[in-house]
Every structure is written in structure tokens, then in C-alpha cells.
């Protein structure tokens, strides 16, 4: 017999991580009769992205049927699973998380889940997320919280912590290395298998072999990393080069967590191209207007999958497969023994019935664990910061990270920064 679920996606006016769903529900994965709710405060984003999952569930022949609502309560009731992918005001509060600081001499390299950036974007999410989880907990306690949303270490972690919900984060940063090691070895991604373990965005391969044959490809990869183009990933690469395995996901990420990391783009503090994503949501909307009105094909990239493993967990989970997840953020306990416990940590997983299994890969490499143990205690201290909407604690939280060289910087972005996210900021436990 068929099994379904009911799926919440919260935060589905999201045209790009909507249609990344649709894609990989649609298109790939075994959820015929399952029921998609999907929940958005715009409502006209929200009736835009049901209709162009009706017309991609028709052409996919899914036999899913989409419901939409702007109010979760009146969703959640039910749920087998929810699914997040909501940020407030993003591209607007995200340029001021990167030019605050770096008026006042604070070099971030995106200013999203490290440094003072990654700060404030804890500070107004985390009491947000706790709206959704006190919800979740009251009407389908059951139910597996899949969280696509950044920063997303502090929010598995202050989930681990403070609540009751099961949770699992999402992220793709490990494709983008298995991608970057690829190209250095002149192969398609395909190819190779990579088993990695950390922080989001800061894991680290300790395993890179030939899917085939299992060989181990460490050796042709610092071979033929020595050769290769100077001006690929450079920060990534002196990390590769000093602690001999190669860490995700790009130097931008990876910058974000060291002092040093703004040497990635030549000291230039260029930053996110806001611009550039801008004209690339106006250009998608474009796009999806176009189709929805009859004056544009279904692009044929958007009836395959996407390879996001949000649909791929689901069905584990519903169809009781045992379904292997390259890369999954989980609160810790121990699955990296060598980092704190109360701590979200980055590792392959195993999704069936009884919900999700963290795979250990044992202890970190020493000199890694303790480079990420830094980061470990920001993290920490910013999500106190946060869920206690403590100022004196997101000082704190500054003055340990090791992005912020300057006491004076520290107080003048906290005293902006904390302004501008007054209208999010709260105690949430």
C-alpha cells in the first residue's frame, strides 16, 4: 500500500527554495498522495507559488494535493512533517548585517552565519523559529522539523537545547566541495564519494574515494591540488594545505569563520552581490509570471530534481527505507566526541521510520577540532544572546569572535545593529 504524509512548508512564497521543493517532490521522489501545505504571511507570493505547483504536480502526474493558508496554526494540525525556509526582510537587514561592521572597520566576508552578521541574523531569527517550534509542539508534536534556513548551526542548536521538536538541518555546502574537488581532479562530481563531518559550512572531508572502486582519492587530489590554478579557492586551499583535509563549502562561507578569512577576496571586502540577487529574483519572477500565464514553456531544469535532500528525507521517513543522507546539521551528543555536545554539528545521517540516526565519524583530527572549537563557543554564546534577548550577552558574543579585532568596533556595531533588529529581537525560552 502507497503511504503518504502531510507536509507544512513554511515560508513557500519563496520562489527559488519553493521550486527546489517541487522539483524534488514532483520529480523524484515516491510521495504520490501525500498532502503539501503551504503556508506564507504575502499572499500573493503564496498564491503564485501554489499555482505553479499545481501545474508542475499535473505535469509530474504526482498525485499531491497543495493546499495553501497564511496562518500555520490552521496548517500544522496533522503534520508529518514542516519544513522552514523563512528569513525576515533578507536581502535588506542582510546588507546592513555586512556594511554596519565594515563601516566600522569590521572585515566579514558575507556577514550571514559568522562574525557580527551572523550575530544579528541569530538575534531576529531565533525568536521567530520559536513561534513556529511552540506551535509545532502544541499541535503535531510528532511531526520532524526540517529546517532549510540560516544561520542554520544556531538554529538546530537552540532547538536542541531549548525545545521538544525533532529536528534536522539541510544544508548543500558538502556538494559544493565534493563540485570543487571534482574539478581539481578533473572529473565529474558523480564520481566520487566525500564523507565529511564539522560545523555548517566548516566541514571537513575526512573521507574523498573513487564511487566505484572506493579507492582513495587524497593522494591524486594533493598531487594535483599543487598544480592547479593559484586563484581557485585560495583561503580553502592554504586550510587544505596546513590541515591536510579539504573543508567546505568555498571561502566565502569558510571565511566568515576566521580572521583571516577577508584574505579570500584579495582584501577587496566585497561581500555579497545583493545586486546581483536582486536582478536574478527579478529575472526568476519574470520567469514564473510568464509560465503561470500561458506566454512561457516550463523550463525543462524545473521537472528534474534538484538534488536537495529535504524530499529525499521525507520519504525515507514515510516509506521506511533507511535512506542515506550525505550531510545533515543535528545537535550533537556526542556524534563528534571531540566537540561539545551541546552543539550543532554537521554529519552524514540515516532517515527511516524512527526518525533521523546521526552517522559518527569519530573524532575530528585534532588541530581541526580545536580550530573549531573557537567557532564553537561564538555560537554558543550567540544563541544565549538570543533566546534570552540579552544585549550584555551579545556583547559578549562580539568580543569572543575572533572577526572582531576591535573593542570600540564592537560597541558601535552592537549599538546600530541592535537598533535596527529592535523589532525581532526577544527572549524565546
Known sequence: MSKSAKIVFIGAGSMSFGLTMFRDMFFSEDLHGSTLVLVDTDP???????????????AAGAGVVIETTTER?????????????????????????????????IRQTLGENGGPGGLFFTLR????????????????????????????SRIVMALGKYAKVRTLGLCEGIFGARSQVAHILGRPAETIDVWGAGLNHFQWLLHIRDHDSGADLYPLLREKEAAHDPAFIPLDRT????????????DSHT?????????????????????????????????????????????????????ERGAAVIAGVVHNEKRFIESGIVYNRGVIP????????????????AGIHP???????????????????VQQLAVEAAVHGSRE?????????????????????????????????????
Open 338 to 353: 571531540n566537540l561539545p555536545a551541546d552543539l550543532a554539528v554537521e554529519v552524514p545521517i540515516v532517515a527511516d521510520a
Open 393 to 429: 550577552l551579545a556583547l559578549e558574543a562580539l568580543l569572543i569572535d575572533p572577526v572582531v579585532a576591535s573593542t570600540a568596533a564592537a560597541t558601535a556595531v552592537l549599538d546600530e545593529l541592535w537598533e535596527v533588529n529592535r523589532p525581532y529581537i526577544r527572549a524565546c525560552v
Open 125 to 152: 531569527t531565533l525568536p521567530m523559529v520559536f513561534d513556529f517550534v511552540r506551535d509545532i509542539e502544541a499541535l503535531c508534536p510528532d511531526a520532524l522539523f526540517i529546517n532549510f534556513s540560516n544561520p542554520e
Open 239 to 250: 586550510l587544505f594545505r596546513s590541515f591536510g583535509l579539504w573543508p567546505t563549502c568555498g
Open 73 to 105: 496554526r490552521t496548517a500544522l494540525p496533522g503534520a508529518d512533517f514542516v519544513v522552514n525556509a523563512t528569513a525576515i526582510d533578507r536581502l535588506r537587514l542582510w546588507r546592513l548585517d555586512y556594511e554596519i561592521p565594515k563601516k566600522h572597520g
Open 359 to 377: 552517522v559518527s565519524l569519530g573524532p575530528l583530527p585534532e588541530p581541526i577540532a580545536r580550530l573549531l572549537a573557537v567557532q564553537a563557543g
Open 44 to 58: 500573493v507570493a503564496l498564491e503564485r507559488m501554489a499555482a505553479l505547483g499545481r501545474r508542475l504536480a499535473e
Open 255 to 307: 571565511g566568515e569563520f576566521l580572521p583571516y578569512g577577508w584574505e579570500a577576496d584579495g582584501g577587496d571586502d566585497r561581500g555579497y552581490d545583493f545586486a546581483g540577487d536582486e536582478r536574478v529574483r527579478a529575472e526568476f519572477r519574470a520567469t514564473v509570471e510568464g509560465v503561470l500565464a500561458g506566454t512561457a514553456a516550463i523550463p525543462n531544469w524545473w521537472m528534474q530534481p534538484s538534488g
